[in-house]
Every structure is written in structure tokens, then in C-alpha cells.
């Protein structure tokens, strides 16, 4: 079945959006009108500058509405969320004691250069997130936070030696592709040290998806708004099954 | 706008402050870091790297003995300078050779060597000097604006394209600019050379990119007829290094926490306090405006929760200021807006633990940081919970005002994305300029009672941590659930008792009684 979607402004299949942008151009009319040609040029039709000011010596601001032929099909989407399992805290804990019988050993760190814990934090601080408590809460988690600016080596090292089950690797600095160097040195470290199957590895932060984690080679992706109950499940179902399907754990 | 707030309690605060760091500065008195004392070369004129890319300052202090350490750098370059006649720049690099050893200089009596290091010392001082009249001098004639001054960062990573940012963002209407620096600055035991064009998350603090933004940023203010200052991080490992490069450079405020390299980037606590004494020195010495750190409470742990150790935070690091002789117009004390924007009345805690700073410290050149924590990457509902973090600033008289940023939890911000910002700021205060003074908190109401509430638990929280001292009471995790012990962290290596005969020229002019006297 085949679902083709455009964007919505008023009617159906008007493919209308919004783009805001900087040119390296001193405001006039004339500046207007390269926005404007710039936004056909990128295959839009109906292109309205609604707003273009100068914002500095050279650089100018705009506002444009446009229309987009293109459309997808939605229904050939493939993005698995991996927040699909809803449990409370007492029932993943139940879970976990009833299906694995010992506690899950969980080490997170932001990797790295990367000093933005507020993410790791979240998800792993005993008070959580929304009202959502961190794994440390957890009676069935065992939890080391390892903090910021942690080099992928010593968290690899960290993992092997404490038999980490499952590693959450988080990175909110993405200037110049640095967090995904970080993140796939690490699964190479991991894999390396022939450890990598024994491991739930996660990877998470404001631009991670779990589309780009599976693409990394990573079990699962957490991104924005993300609460600690979500990863936890996460963790007890995958390495539930590991434990049922004879897969690898420690 | 008024608040009813226990004067006696302030009052009391301020004492438990001072008891709480007294037995702190006995340490600092008695110890000295690889990080002072590469300072104390930086200041005497070396600067510059190895073939290896070593800072020379770091060099020299590295290749001396555990025993001419412990005396401070001083006496051994002082040797140096009274047996070779040379200049210290000139000296340094005839050692190159050596390894930068200074043990071979053991012949001049210490008089000689105090005499061969005095009128370098007295060109240090004198440069430092000069660039706080130079800017005095450009304030009076090029006067900024009226605080809440509107403060941007630029982070590229590529100094030349921060130099065009922030001449663009002053144009927008920004009074202070900061070139953020790259993610693993502060934990490096050394300061990079020259103008840099990569970092990640920002632009590495060198002193030639200290002096490319100062000399675009000074073309800038005499086109606008305002004054634009500029702002670094003097902290991490090398906190009086970049005080010191600052100073030489005309920065105008620098970042400078007495606690937060300890709590956020696991540095050494011994470390720490040892270096933001010394490099507070400097920046009293050389006018320049501090910011404290304490917003990271409220990004790491729950804002609410967290207002008081802000407060008490506030008083340890006003206290630790004093005794490094800044003066209270120099002192930044920071706070941030960060209670979640989803909760009923939370502009109203905002404006209680604003206006409660405010009043508690009226000198104070308070430091207002923006929303981060609940920013997601909407975009419009971020561009108007930064409207009312605006409103809250210039209602509340703040000092520096940090904009909030639409995209902030997306990238480091566009060029566009500071135009906004600005827009926003520059909206919000003109349109509320005068507001504060026409509205008074209703007494015993929400804002009211929310100060005092924050007041009684900071007091409580400081006799906590006087019973405790410091040191143990950041081990307990008192500061936003962080907890570091006195021995571990990064740099404890590079801290190191005086010896007798222990000298820092520096230090001896800058003691805040010898630093008055040089006025």
C-alpha cells in the first residue's frame, strides 16, 4: 500500500513549508530577490520571501515560504523505535529478577571531548528526567556513571574489565562529525577486544536516532526527550532474550 | 522592586562564608601548581613553543628538580637571568640545547637574582597596567550601552570565522562576546600557541586568538561608538595562564569559578583552589570582570532543588574574590534561568531567585544565564521561553546578560541564530525597561516567600558546610550532586607544597593590600 504524504499548511497536498536562512549579502531588494531564486533553484514552486532584513555589515536574514513538489511514502518508512516497550520502574525490576536472576551492570559516559552530561545524567542520576527515575534508582541496575570527557579507549577498557551488560555511550557535540568518529571507534574498540556480543550497546543525545545507531552498528539509539524508564526496558528485553536465545552475554 | 529579605540572615551567610574558606586559604598560602608558576615565566616575557610543540613555560617548569619547584620558578630563572645577562625570552631559548634546564645557574646570591628578575617583573605589571587604562580610557569615550549587557558566544572552532561572528553579532547589538572554547580545553596541562582553525565545540584560547578577536572587536567599537568587550575561560588546568594572557591581551571578563572545574570537570580540588586564587589576583590587578560558574548547578541537577546551593555558592565565591582583592563591581556571580517551563509559576521562582541575588548582592556585576536544560530543538517555544528569561533579567536589574539561543540543543549557534537572539533581548528590556520600578513582589506573596524559603535553606546549607569544611562538604556531593574527594582528580600532580625561600614575585606585588597601594 502506498501512502504519499507532502507537507500541510492549509489544504491537502499543498506542500507548503517554511525555511529560514543567512546570506552572506548585504540587504537590499536585490539580496530579497537571490533568496528567493536560491529557494527555486532548490525545487521549491510558489516561493514568497516574507521577511528580509539585514542583520550585520554583509549578512542578511530572510524568511521564506514555499511549496515542494515532492512527497514521500509513508508507508515505506522503516525507523524502529527502540521506546516501543512501556514498563514502570517495578516491573522492569520484576522482570529483570525473574528473567536474568542478577543485576544488569549499566556504565554510561559522555565520550570524548564531550562535557555535555546533562543527557547521560537524565538517564542515569537517581532523579531522572520528568518526574521518570534514573537507572540508579534501580534495584535491579547496577550503575556507573563515569562522567564527562571520557576517552573511548578507557570506557572500552572500563567495559571488558567490570563485565559491563549493557554501555551507553552519549555525545551532544556533533561539530564536524565528532560524535560519530567517537561512537564508531568505540564499537571498533569493543569488537576488537572481542567483547562487543557480550555488550547492550546504546549510543544517545539530542541528534542521535536509532536509525543512525543501528547504522553505527549499535544495538540501539536514544535521542531527545528520551526518559530513563525507556532505556531501561530497553536493556531488560534485549538482554532477556540474549539470556533465552543462548546469545552472547557475560 | 523590593524584596523582604532577613538581613540578619545575609548577614550571617557572609560570616559562615568567611569561615568556610578561611582554613581553604591556609592551603592555598602554603601551596604552589606547575600552572602558577608557568604564569610567573608567562608574565616575565616567555612565551612561545618547543620544536615539539611544548609550550616553553611548561618546559622550563617541567625540567626543574622537585627541590627548585617547591621554590617557586623565580629563583632559579632569576639565577639565570643574573649569571647568562640575557632577557628572559632570549634565556629560554638558549636553553633549548639543555632541555630547559635551569639547575646549572647555582652561583648568583639571591640578592643578584632578586635584582635580575625586578625590572621584568616591573614589565609585566606595567604591561598588565596599561591595558586596564587603555580600556578605561575606551569606556569613557566609547560608553556601552546600559546593563543588562547583552552577552553572545561565538564557537566556530576557526578563529577567523569567530572574528567575523562577533563582529557581526556587535553589530547586532552585542556588548559583550565570548569565543567558547574547544570541548577538551580545560582539561589540557598546557595552553596552545598561536591562531588555531579547529576545535570542536568551540575555538581553542590561545593568546595570538585572544589578540585577533581584540583587535576586530576594537575596529567594531569605534564604528558603533560603544565599547564591545570581549570574554574568555580562565579555567581548568591553566586558570591563571589565561588570566595572565588575558590580561596582556585587554580580555575584559573571563570565566572564573572557585569551584567549578572541581564539581564539572573533575579537576583536582587542591589544584583548583591554589590556581583561581592566583589567577584572581590577576584579574583584580587587571580589571577584569569574573563570572562564576554557578548556572551548571541548575543544568546538572534539578533547578528548584538546587536554588540554594546556588545562593551559598554565590557567598563562597564573593568571599574567595575578596581575598583575592576584587573588588564587587568585578565580581560576576552567576545564575541561570533553568526551572522547567512547563511548571505553573515558574517565571515567579525565576524573579525570586534573580531579584533575591539582586538585593543580596547589589555591587555585584551578576551574571544571568539562559535557558539550555529544557531547550529540546523547538525552536519557537525556545525563542519565547527566552523572551521571558529576557523579561526577568532587565525586570530584575541583572548586570551581563547571556542570550538565549532559539537553536540552542541543536548546534553552536548560526550567525542568524545570534541575530534573533539579540532581536529578541534587545525587544523584551526596551519594552520593560522601567518595569522593575513600578512593581513591588506583594508582601507575603509567591515571589516573596519563595526568596526567603531559598535565604533560610542557604544559610543552613553554608553551616552544613562550615561544620563539615569545604573539601569534605564537596565530597559529601553538598554542590549539585557532585561528589570529588580532595585527593582525586585531574592535575593533583602539578600541586606542591612551598618550600622555605618559596618566591612569586607576582604574588607579593598582587596581594590585594600591595596590588591598593600600586593604584
Known sequence: MTRLVRPYGDTQNDGKVQLSFTLPLQWSEAADEAARQLVAKMGFADVQVADGRPIADGFSFFVVYAATPQSVDADAIEAPSASSHAMSLEEIDAFVHERIGRKIRVAGACIGTDAHTVGIDAILNMKGYKGDYGLERYREFETFNLGSQVAVEELAAYAKERRIDALLASQAVTQKGSDIKNFTALGELLEAEGVRDNIVLICGGPRVTNLLASELGYDAGFGRGTLPSQVAAYIAITLASRFRSGGAHW | ?519
Open chain 2, 1 to 519: 522592586m523590593r524584596l523582604n529579605v532577613d538581613a540578619a540572615s545575609v548577614v550571617r551567610c557572609r560570616e559562615l562564608a568567611a569561615a568556610i574558606v578561611a582554613p581553604v586559604q591556609a592551603f592555598i598560602a602554603q601551596h604552589s601548581t606547575v600552572s602558577v608558576e608557568r604564569t610567573v615565566l608567562r608574565l616575565l616575557g616567555v612565551d612561545g613553543i618547543t620544536p615539539q610543540e611544548i609550550p616553553l613555560p611548561n618546559a622550563v617548569v617541567d625540567a626543574l628538580s622537585p627541590q627548585d619547584r617547591a621554590r617557586g620558578v623565580a629563583p632559579a630563572f632569576g639565577r639565570a637571568l643574573a649569571e647568562t645577562g640575557l632577557e628572559p625570552q632570549a634565556l629560554v631559548e638558549s636553553l633549548a640545547a639543555e632541555g630547559y634546564d635551569l639547575s646549572r645557574f647555582a652561583n648568583a646570591p639571591e640578592a643578584a637574582a632578586r635584582g635580575a628578575l625586578e625590572p621584568y617583573v616591573r614589565r609585566g605589571l606595567d604591561s598588565i597596567v596599561a591595558q586596564r587604562e587603555e580600556r578605561d580610557a575606551r569606556l569613557a569615550r566609547l560608553p556601552q550601552l546600559p546593563p543588562p549587557l547583552l552577552y553572545v558566544i561565538v564557537a566556530s572552532g576557526n578563529i577567523y570565522e569567530d572574528r567575523t561572528a562577533a563582529v557581526a553579532a556587535a553589530q547586532a547589538g552585542a556588548q559583550v562576546i565570548a569565543v567558547i572554547r574547544s570541548t577538551g580545553q580545560s582539561l589540557l596541562d598546557f595552553v596552545p600557541y598561536g591562531p588555531t582553525t579547529e576545535g570542536f565545540g568551540g575555538t581553542y584560547a590561545t593568546q595570538a586568538n585572544f589578540a585577533i578577536v581584540r583587535a576586530a572587536l576594537d575596529d567594531a567599537s569605534e564604528r558603533l561608538g560603544r565599547y564591545v568587550m570581549l570574554t574568555n575561560y580562565a579555567s581548568g588546568l591553566c586558570m591563571p595562564e589565561i588570566a595572565a594572557m588575558a590580561a596582556l591581551e585587554r580580555l575584559d571578563m573571563l570565566l572564573n569559578d572557585s569551584m567549578y572545574g572541581i564539581l564539572f570537570r573533575d579537576i583536582n580540588m587542591k589544584r583548583t583552589f591554589v590556581d583561581q586564587h592566583f589567577s584572581r589576583m590577576l584579574n583584580a590587578y587587571s580589571g577584569i570582570i569574573i563570572n562564576t560558574g554557578e548556572d551548571n548547578y541548575l543544568t546538572t541537577a534539578d533547578a528548584v532543588d538546587q536554588a540554594p546551593a546556588v545562593l551559598a555558592s554565590q557567598f563562597i565565591n564573593e568571599e574567595f574574590a575578596h581575598r583575592a582583592g576584587l573588588p564587587d563591581d568585578q565580581i560576576g556571580l552567576g545564575d541561570a534561568y533553568e526551572i522547567d517551563p512547563d511548571q505553573q509559576d515558574s517565571l515567579l521562582f525565576q524573579i525570586a531567585q534573580a531579584q533575591l541575588a539582586r538585593e543580596i548582592f547589589p555591587q555585584a556585576a551578576l551574571k544571568y544565564m539562559p535557558p539550555t536544560k529544557h531547550m529540546t530543538g523547538d525552536i519557537f517555544k525556545g525563542h519565547l521561553v527566552d523572551a521571558l528569561f529576557n523579561l526577568t533579567s532587565v525586570v530584575t536589574g541583572q548586570t551581563i546578560h547571556l542570550c538565549g539561543m532559539p537553536t540552542e540543543a541543536i548546534h553552536t549557534p548560526f550567525l542568524g541564530d545570534r541575530a534573533l537572539s539579540l532581536e529578541n533581548a534587545r525587544y523584551v528590556m526596551n519594552a520593560a525597561r522601567h518595569l522593575g520600578d513600578e512593581i513591588a513582589p506583594r508582601p507575603g506573596g509567591t515571589i516573596e516567600r519563595r526568596a526567603q524559603t531559598v535565604l533560610a535553606s542557604c544559610e543552613s546549607l553554608l553551616e552544613r558546610v562550615a561544620s563539615l569544611g569545604l573539601m569534605h562538604a564537596i565530597e559529601e556531593a553538598v554542590f549539585a550532586d557532585v561528589s570529588r574527594a580532595p585527593e582525586s582528580g585531574r592535575g593533583l600532580d602539578g600541586v606542591f607544597a612551598r618550600a622555605p625561600g618559596y618566591w612569586n614575585p607576582f604574588a607579593d606585588a598582587l596581594t590585594p593590600a600591595q596590588a591598593e597601594s600600586r593604584r
